[in-house]
C-alpha cells in the first residue's frame, strides 16, 4: 500500500495537488528549487527534501510536476535525481506535460533498475488542481495504474489509463491543441461581438446556455472580459506544448492548420512579453489585430 510520496515540484499546481494529498492523509515529502514554494508546503504538513534523491529516499511513489523535458528528465534520472533514491519497484509518476519519446526515454531506464514509471500528465489548471478535480490521462503498465490509482484519485475526477508508455503524453497534447484553438476561438467571439457594437459579457452570457458552452467560454471568458491574465496557465508552457504538438505531427507526417496558427499566436504573445501571463491573454494580439479591446471602455 502506497502511503509515502515524495513530491518534486511545488508550483501553481503541484502546490494544490500536493495539498490534497497531504489532506487525504498521505505522508509527503516535497522538493522544489523555489525556497518559498518549498517552505509553503512544509507549513502545510509536508517533510522537506533537499534534492529529488532525498526526496525519493524514503518513498513508496514519487510525483514530479515540472516545467519542461529537460527537467522531467533531469529530476528524475540525472545527478541527485529521484532514481538515485528510488528502491526496487517504487514508483515514479510523471504528471508533467513532456514529449511522448522522453516519457519513454525516462520510464526505459528506471525499468533497466527495477523501478516502474506512469506518465500522467493533468488537465483542468490550478482551479482544477485546488478543487482535486483534474483530468489525468495516465500512459504505463495497467497493473501500475491500479496500484496508484487511489492516490490519483485524491488528485482527480477524471483519471483514465490511455495506453503504454507516451500514451498519457499524446492523450494531453490532444488536450492542449483543443483548449488552445478554444481559447483562440472565444477570444475571436468576444472581439466579433465588440467590434460590432453588442456588449461581449452579455454576449457570452448568453452563448452559456447553449452549444457553444464550455469550461473555457466560463473561466477563460471571464479572464478576458476582466483583462486578468494573472497565471493559472501560463503561456510559456502551452506554447512549449504546443511546439511539441507540432514536432509530433511532423514526424507523424501530418498538418495541423489550426494548431499551427495557434503556434503562431502564441510566438505573437512572447513577442510581447508575454510568456508569463495566463493563456487566456491570447486575446491581447487577437485585440491588437482588430484595434478593438473586450474589457469595457
Known amino acids: 500500500m502506497i502511503k509515502k510520496i515524495g513530491f518534486i515540484g511545488l508550483g501553481i ?146 483519471v483514465n489509463h490511455v495506453g503504454d508508455h507516451g500514451a498519457g503524453q499524446v492523450a494531453k497534447d490532444a488536450n492542449q491543441i483543443i483548449v488552445a484553438l478554444t481559447i483562440e476561438a472565444v477570444a475571436e467571439a468576444l472581439i466579433f461581438a465588440k467590434k460590432s457594437g453588442v456588449d461581449p459579457k452579455r454576449v457570452r452570457d448568453a452563448l452559456m446556455g447553449g452549444f457553444a458552452q464550455s469550461r473555457v467560454l466560463d473561466l477563460h471568458g471571464q479572464r478576458m472580459l476582466d483583462w486578468n491574465f494573472e497565471p493559472g496557465g501560463r503561456v510559456r508552457l502551452h506554447k512549449k506544448d504546443t511546439e511539441i504538438a507540432m514536432s509530433m505531427a511532423k514526424e507523424l507526417g501530418m498538418y495541423l492548420p489550426g494548431t499551427s496558427l495557434v503556434s503562431q499566436l502564441w510566438n505573437t504573445v512572447a513577442a510581447h512579453g508575454g510568456l508569463d501571463w495566463d493563456h487566456s491573454s491570447l486575446v491581447k494580439v487577437l485585440e491588437l489585430m482588430s484595434e478593438t479591446e473586450v474589457r469595457p471602455g
Request: aromatic share 2%; net charge negative; proline share 5%.
Open 13 to 158: 499546481m503541484g502546490n494544490p495537488m500536493a495539498t490534497n494529498l497531504i489532506g487525504a492523509g498521505y505522508q509527503v515529502t516535497g522538493y522544489d528549487i523555489d525556497e518559498k514554494a518549498l517552505n509553503a508546503m512544509v507549513e502545510k504538513g509536508a517533510a522537506q527534501a533537499s534534492s529529488p534523491k532525498e526526496a525519493a529516499g524514503s518513498a513508496d511513489a514519487i510525483i514530479t510536476m515540472v516545467p519542461d523535458d529537460p527537467i522531467a528528465e533531469r529530476v528524475a534520472t540525472g545527478k541527485d535525481g529521484a532514481l538515485e533514491g528510488m528502491r526496487k519497484g517504487t514508483i515514479l509518476v510523471d504528471m508533467s506535460t513532456i514529449s511522448p519519446s522522453t516519457a519513454m526515454r525516462i520510464a526505459e531506464k528506471l525499468e533497466e533498475n527495477g523501478m516502474e514509471m506512469l506518465d500522467a500528465p493533468v488537465s483542468g489548471g490550478d482551479v482544477g488542481a485546488m478543487e482535486g478535480t483534474l483530468s489525468i490521462m495516465v500512459g504505463g503498465k495497467k497493473e501500475i495504474f491500479d496500484r496508484m490509482l487511489p492516490v490519483l484519485e485524491k488528485m482527480g475526477k477524471n
